[in-house]
């Protein structure tokens, strides 16, 4: 698994530095942008297997940068893994809102980096393998009340609407329906879908479930499919509970 595109949008020297040295010592290909607008266009030329995103960067901020990527074709799936100091909590959560896989926070260890980067980049691995075995589990249509799930081209509709989940929403929705009826822990979800050497926490999980209620919810509100269970988990509900 060598060889793979790491890009870098980041503005601090020695943080570029860093990345770049320790990244390249592993086996990886590293570019780095130094201010948002070339770290976008960059990025944008589709040929990276993963991005570190700055948030504070000149030209354009990581958030708006991790956006545009979610929005475009070639960057859609690309794994993301936000950098950001210490005192911007707020602005973590917003990343992964905005479709980041994940963060560091700096100052960082070099092997904790590394091994965030590696497992970002297993887990799209993973999930590119899944996608190509759908067929063999079973078929890749799931209906679940007005929801409709296509694993193989991974889109989700509600009644005629498609809905733009992120890859992770997408596999959070996936599964609680797969496993209607049964409380999902959250770390069990956290180990099937981030993977088992994530390194976050478990919030992690409910910032994304947050975000996949609002996308799928009726316009009154309704209707919510993924209920919480309290200090456990989520669920969905088997199809014909109410
Ligand atoms: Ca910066």
Not at 145 to 163: A, F, M, N, Q
Not at 222 to 229: A, F, L, R, W
Request: negative net charge; glycine residues 8%.
């Amino acid at each position: 698994m060598t060889n793979q595109r790491v890009l870098a949008i980041e503005d601090e020297l020695h943080i570029q530095e860093l990345l770049k040295y320790n990244l390249e010592k592993n086996g990886f290909q590293v570019s780095v942008a130094e201010n948002g607008l070339e770290g976008l266009n960059e990025a944008l030329t589709g040929k990276y297997d993963i991005i570190l995103l700055d948030l504070m960067l000149p030209g354009m901020d990581g958030l708006e940068i991790c956006r545009r990527l979610r929005a475009d074709k070639r960057t859609k799936k690309t794994p993301i893994i936000m950098l950001t100091a210490k005192s911007e909590e707020f602005d973590k959560v917003l990343g992964l809102e905005l479709g980041a896989d994940d963060y560091i926070t700096k100052p960082f260890s070099v092997k904790e980096m590394v091994a965030r980067v590696r497992a970002a980049l297993r887990r799209y691995e993973d999930d590119i393998e899944v996608h190509e075995n759908a067929e063999a589990q079973g078929g890749p249509i799931i209906s679940y009340r007005d929801i409709t799930i296509d694993k193989e081209k991974y889109e989700v509709r509600k009644g005629d609407e498609k809905l733009s989940l992120t890859l992770k929403e997408f596999e959070l929705l996936k599964m609680l329906i797969e496993n209607q009826g049964k409380v999902l822990t959250r770390d069990l979800l956290l180990d099937k879908i981030w993977g088992y050497d994530y390194l976050g926490e478990t919030r992690t999980v409910d910032v994304h479930i947050r975000h996949l209620r609002q996308k799928i919810k009726d316009e009154d509100g309704s209707n919510q499919i993924i209920e919480t269970i309290r200090g456990v988990g989520y669920k969905a509900a088997a199809e014909g509970d109410k």
